[in-house]
């Protein structure tokens, strides 16, 4: 019997979407027919995934790489925002994170706020990866690649999770807007900002007190 899985992709880069399409296609069940739909931002993955919600046909996976630009009306800011929205409005898909970003605690708040069936690094994704991880999460076996493993057997010096308003902070810093005026757009005091700001501060071990110092290493750290 003929199993038809509902897929969206989500990158920025036509060329890295393509390749994920061929290796799936290329290594797929006999038994399976994709249905592989693309989304080159957080714009039209919203479309998609509202789309879905409306129509009662939701995806079976979602490929969500976690640097993408942020929607036009700013209410995601990034692959990630884009995964956490689709676990709430689709809850029966599965979600498999692709991300650049290596480091212990940038793992852990992906695991902690999303909670992934999959979760590959793609600076060594192969196309047997890739199909692996497929097959496994359609399977309903969590599949992390070798390298997160290991990540998350390292010990985390900080538990600290770099939640939405931590994030907003950041994205709003990187725009461009001043301490005093980020209350405007958060629904906190100022006092609860700068309290935000110094918790920031310690978890990217900066010592001077700057703004752009903090941007760098949240940068460094990709929540930028």
């Given at each position: 019997?003929?199993?038809?899985?509902?897929?969206?992709?989500?990158?920025?880069?036509?060329?890295?979407?393509?390749?994920?399409?061929?290796?799936?296609?290329?290594?797929?069940?006999?038994?399976?027919?994709?249905?592989?739909?693309?989304?080159?931002?957080?714009?039209?993955?919203?479309?998609?995934?509202?789309?879905?919600?409306?129509?009662?046909?939701?995806?079976?996976?979602?490929?969500?790489?976690?640097?993408?630009?942020?929607?036009?009306?700013?209410?995601?800011?990034?692959?990630?925002?884009?995964?956490?929205?689709?676990?709430?409005?689709?809850?029966?898909?599965?979600?498999?994170?692709?991300?650049?970003?290596?480091?212990?605690?940038?793992?852990?708040?992906?695991?902690?706020?999303?909670?992934?069936?999959?979760?590959?690094?793609?600076?060594?994704?192969?196309?047997?990866?890739l199909a692996n991880a497929f097959?496994?999460?359609?399977?309903?076996?969590?599949?992390?690649?070798?390298?997160?493993?290991?990540?998350?057997?390292?010990?985390?010096?900080?538990?600290?999770?770099?939640d939405d308003k931590n994030r907003?902070?950041?994205?709003?810093?990187?725009?461009?807007?001043?301490?005093?005026?980020?209350?405007?757009?958060?629904?906190?005091?100022?006092?609860?900002?700068?309290?935000?700001?110094?918790?920031?501060?310690?978890?990217?071990?900066?010592?001077?007190?700057?703004?752009?110092?903090?941007?760098?290493?949240?940068?460094?750290?990709?929540?930028?």
């Amino acid at each position: 019997m003929t199993e038809t899985i509902k897929i969206l992709m989500i990158d920025d880069h036509p060329m890295i979407i393509e390749g994920y399409q061929n290796t799936l296609l290329y290594t797929k069940r006999d038994n399976q027919e994709l249905e592989i739909e693309i989304a080159h931002n957080c714009d039209e993955a919203l479309r998609a995934i509202n789309k879905a919600v409306k129509t009662d046909r939701s995806f079976d996976v979602l490929f969500v790489d976690i640097s993408l630009p942020a929607s036009t009306d700013g209410s995601m800011n990034s692959g990630e925002d884009l995964a956490e929205f689709a676990r709430k409005v689709l809850p029966q898909s599965k979600i498999i994170i692709l991300t650049m970003f290596n480091e212990s605690f940038r793992i852990h708040n992906i695991i902690k706020t999303i909670n992934p069936e999959g979760l590959l690094i793609k600076s060594d994704l192969t196309s047997n990866e890739l199909a692996n991880a497929f097959q496994t999460v359609m399977d309903n076996v969590p599949f992390y690649s070798a390298t997160v493993n290991q990540l998350i057997r390292r010990t985390i010096s900080s538990d600290i999770v770099i939640d939405d308003k931590n994030r907003k902070i950041l994205h709003l810093l990187s725009q461009g807007v001043k301490t005093k005026n980020l209350a405007a757009h958060l629904d906190i005091s100022l006092s609860a900002i700068e309290k935000r700001k110094k918790q920031l501060r310690d978890l990217f071990e900066v010592e001077d007190g700057q703004d752009e110092t903090l941007l760098n290493q949240a940068r460094k750290k990709g929540f930028v």
